[in-house]
């Protein structure tokens, strides 16, 4: 079926002037949402709302904002009732990962399970599934993401979307420039490429410029007993470069001098929280300076634990929106003989107690409360923070696992409000997007989601999407989901 003629019938709406409704409305068609309240995440107070207002889309861009009572309806627009429904921004995932599916195959670096299901295998799906995982963004609301880092395959993978009207839009990384090699990830294109001079830097950056890259992106791994120093030098060496080009420093750093390290060579997007201990002033100093992009990723942390001990159990809205097929391989954990399984998993289920794993006191999964601590103290510093989930690693499923991510932010103590700026207004700058995306104006891309409940009194009514719209094109998301 068609997405516009599902949302006619949905919404028990003939579309007005339209004689043939089974046709969905093209990008150069007219779209009229009436009478709905919408959010301006970008405003402060009671700016942020603007009640009985409609939205008028042509050509696949937002025309007009404006009061209902001053709408006059376009000849042959197709109209969405917004009555009692709430317009907010596309949401934009600023953190993913498409060659990985969130399933437990999916890093054999964490856990090995070559045994039960090959890599190769594993990576052959996620490519062959990419139309789907594509549409799960699109269904729960999500119309940009940032991929930031994987296979020099990943630039096919933005060229996809690109072309592909249900995808979201899409920014990207190509391989990692890391301080430590992944073996067990390298398949012939390998996400993560073991550096260890400032000149490997530039020589691997320069083969990913013809590409375009959005991103260059550091792992920065610093254990004990590395040279910090040397290190540093390394992404310096990788920062001047992506600079040079015209082009972001995304670095993965989780720990506070590793961070600092970071933001001192140059760093403009920190994919993590400092997880190891509290932010201090010249860590907030440095952040400022930089105008820093700070990305917490909170549920990441707890998604590995909870999927490889046994413990992962979908949320009623992954349950809807999720992958079925990926949701399904998260049961496989049960029926693997124990001879089989990773000695990390051997070692997380003897500690497992069920039924505690998300409580704070549980050993196996608890709240990354230091992240969470240093993301309100960030927030109130003035960072700009943006809404990301890591999703594709283990335990963390494309699409429907931001809503673990805004339930962690909110409990972090953001407000709705600041936490649906994160994933619109601040997500469409990490998208590079700032001038087309992230807030409902005239001017803008029509990318918007229309919920069946007020997303500023509660941030699980994020989940309550009725109707999403890409580039002007309204889809339902169940219908999205059919295959
Ligand atoms: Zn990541």
């Not at 709302?49 to 209902?68: F, H, W």
């Not at 992230?438 to 001017?443: F, L």
């Not at 918007?448 to 309550?464: E, I, S, T, W």
């Amino acid at each position: 079926m068609r997405p516009l003629f599902v949302l006619a019938a949905l919404l028990c709406l003939p579309p007005v002037g339209a004689a043939q409704p089974a046709v969905a409305a093209p990008a150069d068609g007219v779209i009229v949402i009436t009478g709905t309240t919408v959010i301006h995440p970008e405003r402060e107070g009671a700016e942020a709302v603007s009640p009985d207002t409609s939205i008028l889309i042509r050509n696949g861009r937002i025309e007009a904002v404006l009061p209902q009572a001053s709408l006059e309806l376009p000849r042959n627009a197709t109209v969405i009732d917004g009555r009692g429904r709430y317009a907010i921004p596309g949401l934009v995932d600023s953190h993913v990962h498409f060659f990985q599916s969130g399933n437990l195959y999916t890093r054999p670096d964490a856990a090995d399970f070559n045994a039960v299901v090959p890599y190769a295998g594993e990576v052959a799906r996620n490519k062959a599934r990419l139309p789907y995982t594509f549409k799960v963004w699109l269904a729960s609301g999500v119309t940009g993401v940032v991929d930031i880092g994987g296979p020099f395959w990943n630039f096919e993978v933005r060229d996809r979307a690109a072309a592909t009207a249900e995808a979201p839009h899409m920014a990207v990384a190509g391989p990692l420039i890391s301080m430590v090699d992944r073996p067990q990830l390298d398949l012939g294109d390998p996400p993560i490429i073991r550096i260890d001079s400032p000149e490997a830097a530039r020589a691997l950056i320069a083969r990913q410029l013809p590409h375009q890259p959005d991103y260059i992106k550091v792992w920065f791994i610093h254990r004990p007993g590395d040279d910090l120093a040397a290190q540093e030098a390394i992404v310096r060496a990788a920062g001047d470069a992506a600079h040079e080009a015209g082009l972001k420093l995304a670095v993965h750093a989780t720990e506070l001098v590793v961070a600092k390290a970071a933001l001192r060579a140059g760093a403009d997007f920190l994919v993590h929280s400092v997880f190891d201990q509290p932010v201090d002033e010249e860590f907030i100093a440095l952040a400022q300076a930089r105008d820093v992009l700070y990305c917490p990723t909170l549920f990441v942390v707890q998604g590995y634990p909870l999927a490889l001990s046994g413990q992962w159990r979908p949320t009623p809205i992954e349950s809807l929106r999720a992958d079925p097929v990926i949701l399904a391989a998260m049961d496989d954990f049960a029926e693997i003989p124990a001879d089989q399984l990773p000695e990390r998993v051997k070692r997380l289920m003897a500690d497992a107690k069920p039924g505690q794993m998300l409580t704070s006191s549980s050993t196996i999964a608890a709240a990354p409360r230091t992240g969470m601590d240093n993301l309100k103290r960030l927030h109130d510093a003035g960072v700009t923070i943006v809404m990301g989930t890591d999703a594709g690693n283990i335990g963390t499923l494309h699409g429907p696992s931001i809503h673990r991510e805004f339930a962690l932010m909110r409990e972090a103590g953001l407000s709705p409000a600041e936490i649906l700026r994160a994933a619109t207004v601040n997500g469409a700058r990490a998208l590079g997007l700032t001038d087309s995306a992230g807030r409902i104006a005239p001017g803008m891309r029509a990318d918007l989601v229309l919920l069946d409940a007020d997303p500023l009194a509660d941030v699980a009514h994020l989940q309550r999407v009725r109707v999403v719209l890409k580039d002007g094109v309204a889809y339902d998301p169940r219908t999205l989901l059919q295959e």
